[in-house]
């Protein structure tokens, strides 16, 4: 029971982690498309892109496979 809440545990905190990154790395290389107009007109209703469901299972992938080798690499360095 210990390993499987360890490993959960681990995998939140790499999934939190790398989301955090991604968001960050997203803000930092976003570059806006709109030049500077005049405020009266801007539009008055905002249209969002569309989103891909890839990268979030990406980053999903990613957390459980950091968080299965830390299990890994405990339970090795336990049994030494």
Do not use: R
């Amino acid at each position: 029971m210990k390993k499987y809440l360890l490993f959960t545990l681990l995998f939140a905190v790499a999934f939190l982690v790398l989301q955090v990154l991604s968001g960050m790395l997203l803000t930092m290389f976003y570059t806006p498309s709109n030049q500077w107009v005049d405020a009266s007109a801007l539009p008055s209703q905002v249209m969002f892109g569309n989103t891909s469901s890839i990268a979030p299972i990406v980053i999903s992938l990613i957390a459980l496979v950091i968080a299965f080798g830390s299990v890994k690499l405990m339970k090795n360095k336990a049994v030494h």
